[in-house]
């Protein structure tokens, strides 16, 4: 049985266009579960902290993150500069609440995307690492 540190350096080895597939598809399973639990912000806040905690994990915004942004939601250069200005420290705690009061599919979809994003640049940092161990805990 693979340990945990192997099975993240699987996703790191994965090709950069299927860790984009699979966050998508994450994504759009979660999608709507945001909206029900943020159906203030029609979920913009809610998936928000979930992509901005995995980018904020270990502090940096690597050229490559930055690229998944862009491919994964579609977002421009400067939105991206905008959105990642939202982030704030309570994202994580928001995602790690979020991730244990749901349903073990979500949960594993969360995972999914915050596990896509953080190996998006060919690394998983030891913070981001313990952040995806947080939220499976």
Avoid: W
Wanted: glycine share 2%; proline share 1%; charged share 25%.
């Amino acid at each position: 049985m693979a340990t945990f540190n192997e099975l993240m350096q699987k996703y790191v080895n994965e090709d950069y266009s299927t860790l984009v597939v699979m966050a998508q598809k994450a994504m759009s399973n979660l999608i709507p579960v945001c909206r029900k639990v943020d159906a203030e912000n029609d979920g913009f806040m809610m998936i928000s902290s979930l992509v901005l905690s995995a980018i904020g994990a270990d502090g940096t915004l690597t050229a490559l993150e930055r690229k998944f942004l862009h491919d994964v939601m579609g977002l421009s250069d400067e939105s991206i500069s905008k959105y990642i200005k939202m982030y704030n420290s309570r994202m994580a705690d928001l995602a790690d609440h979020f991730a244990d009061n749901m349903s073990t599919d979500i949960k594993a979809d969360t995972a999914m995307l915050i596990i896509c994003i953080c190996a998006c640049d060919e690394k998983i940092s030891r913070e981001e690492t313990a952040f995806i161990r947080k939220l499976l805990a």
